[in-house]
């Protein structure tokens, strides 16, 4: 860190590189200094905005000798950008989900803990109010049942429909929902998952419409999970989980909490979690790892269980994780 600023360079200008630069923007302690992109127009336009440079490579831009890389890049894009940026000792920022298949977040893994860089990633739920109260709620009790859902639109990227582009919707979307109840659970043993292989109404789509799952935990507890990307809007994206006397629901905006007391609801703004991961993953880049909730080697557990949901539903077997 030059001048008391993290140099921050971006490959990837994209939406979700765009609200990163836009929460780091607003740190006093942050300069963006170079942008990546194989879309000149994007990159063009995230550079002038935060007042980088747009760099023709990823060699170029570590050329920079940024003090951290954010690498936001579509699913079937992942793995030379990370590899150029563990190879040059940098902190290593990835936007979820690590890529469309297991194996190759696997070995980047495996580098990221040989050579102990410091690593972040997008899975900003953590970092909610509405998590850190469900966790204070379920202290002590045994969680029995969990019910997650992602019921959703196709985005309206080109990418997103196709399977070599996405991965599907258990693996680019639903992994939220997937992360968090491994968070507030634990570990998942095995899953079965089926789907509807009709693809969404949308041009050169060939992902699975729906899908619906079952998951056994570690712990003993049961859960499910349901996705559809058939609708026109966001409908929902939550986890709801059950013990004796407890019923949690927790979403973006908050967590609601029902026991043989009363209810409860305890509203937060989606954006807090999100200033919140990349305010972690800084501190850490200058030495306080205590604050990050989720490093890379930590978040392939959770793509791993995603890609082992996306596996049942193609094979049309139970997956033991």
Request: with cysteine; charged share 25%.
């Amino acid at each position: 860190m030059r001048a008391d600023r993290y140099r921050v360079g971006f490959v990837g200008a994209g939406g979700v590189a765009a609200r990163h630069a836009s929460v780091l923007a607003g740190f006093p302690d942050v300069a963006i200094v170079g942008v990546v992109d194989p879309y000149a127009d994007a990159a063009r336009s995230l550079s002038e905005k935060f007042g980088a440079t747009v760099e023709e490579s990823v060699d170029d831009l570590l050329a920079l000798e940024p003090d951290a890389v954010y690498v936001c890049v579509p699913p079937f894009a992942h793995g030379p950008a990370e590899a150029a940026v563990l190879a040059a000792g940098i902190p290593l920022f990835v936007e979820k989900p690590l890529g469309l298949d297991a194996e190759l977040p696997q070995q980047l893994a495996a580098r990221i803990v040989a050579a102990d860089v410091v690593t972040g990633v997008g899975f900003h739920w953590r970092y909610s109010a509405a998590v850190a109260r469900a966790r204070d709620i379920l202290d002590g009790h045994r969680v029995s049942l969990v019910a997650g859902t992602w019921l959703d639109k196709v985005p309206p990227v080109g990418w997103w429909p196709r399977r070599d582009g996405s991965g599907g919707q258990l693996i680019e979307q639903a992994v939220h929902v997937v992360d968090l109840a491994r968070v507030l659970v634990g570990d998942v043993t095995e899953v079965y998952a089926v789907a509807d292989a009709a693809p969404p109404d949308v041009p050169d789509a060939d992902v699975d419409s729906s899908a619906a799952a079952t998951l056994r935990f570690a712990s003993g507890a049961v859960g499910t999970l349901s996705t559809t990307c058939r609708l026109g809007w966001k409908h929902r994206a939550a986890l709801e989980i059950f013990a004796d006397g407890i019923a949690l629901a927790i979403s973006e905006e908050g967590c609601e909490v029902r026991t043989t007391e009363g209810n409860e609801w305890h509203p937060v703004d989606p954006m807090d979690a999100k200033r919140a991961v990349d305010r972690a993953f800084l501190n850490a880049v200058g030495g306080d790892r205590e604050g990050l909730r989720v490093d890379y080697p930590d978040a392939l557990r959770s793509h791993q269980l995603a890609c082992a949901l996306a596996r049942s539903a193609s094979e049309r077997r139970p997956i033991d994780v």
